[in-house]
T-cell receptor, first 112, second 114 residues
Framework: GQQLNQSPQSMFIQEGEDVSMNCTSSSIFNTWLWYKQDPGEGPVLLIALYKAGELTSNGRLTAQFGITRKDSFLNISASIPSDVGIYFCAGQLPGSNYKLTFGKGTLLTVNP | DAGVTQSPTHLIKTRGQQVTLRCSPISGHKSVSWYQQVLGQGPQFIFQYYEKEERGRGNFPDRFSARQFPNYSSELNVNALLLGDSALYLC?????????????FGPGTRLTVT
């Protein structure tokens, strides 16, 4: 099936540092979504992007929909311990408007 | 407002058995999607239902089936369970209209097949 390449697989940072993670694909996507998942929980929607080039913020989080429509990145500024979790990108392919394709996730650990 | 709810929270079944998982979407949402998440992976799409009609199906065997009720709640059924069916099963709701945009997930049902 369609793959989203999400990187890095894991990150270990100090509290207060900024974080950047991204997703790439060989296919064009119509929508990019970023989710955070805590252990034993379902993914929580952080940011949704709908147009190429779109830059959207949600508090300390900023995400962008790549111009080529084949990539997206998520930045977290001034990280705090509660940012710990797994971050997933998900995309919606053209003509496949009923499902999301997910990356494998980025595990973020924040050292207080 | 209540979010997406799923039941049961955890389930242990034996190979060959059948299981039914339940989901109630966010009030006002008419579309429900089901995903399977195995450990260490992102969720994989199984089904989407909108207004009681199946809108899409992922690459899963016919042992997997689902339905949506008039109140927009949904059930996922898995027959002839295999060890590989052990996973977190997630339900997501969205406003509907055939779009996958802004899907909101429930806490999931953890299925263990022994």
């Amino acid at each position: 099936g369609q793959q989203l390449n999400q990187s890095p697989q894991s990150m270990f940072i100090q509290e207060g540092e900024d974080v950047s993670m991204n997703c790439t694909s060989s296919s064009i996507f119509n929508t990019w979504l970023w989710y955070k998942q805590d252990p034993g929980e379902g993914p929580v929607l952080l940011i949704a992007l709908y147009k190429a080039g779109e830059l959207t913020s949600n508090g300390r989080l900023t995400a962008q929909f790549g111009i080529t429509r084949k990539d997206s990145f998520l930045n977290i500024s001034a990280s705090i311990p509660s940012d710990v979790g797994i971050y997933f990108c998900a995309g919606q392919l053209p003509g496949s408007n009923y499902k999301l394709t997910f990356g494998k996730g980025t595990l973020l650990t924040v050292n207080p | 407002d209540a979010g997406v709810t799923q039941s049961p929270t955890h389930l242990i079944k034996t190979r060959g058995q059948q299981v039914t998982l339940r989901c109630s979407p966010i009030s006002g949402h008419k579309s429900v999607s089901w995903y399977q998440q195995v450990l260490g992976q992102g969720p994989q799409f199984i089904f989407q239902y909108y207004e009681k009609e199946e809108r899409g199906r992922g690459n899963f065997p016919d042992r997997f089936s689902a339905r949506q009720f008039p109140n927009y709640s949904s059930e996922l059924n898995v027959n002839a369970l295999l060890l590989g069916d052990s996973a977190l099963y997630l339900c997501a709701s969205s406003l509907g209209g055939g779009s996958a945009r802004e899907q909101y997930f429930g806490p999931g049902t953890r299925l263990t097949v022994t």
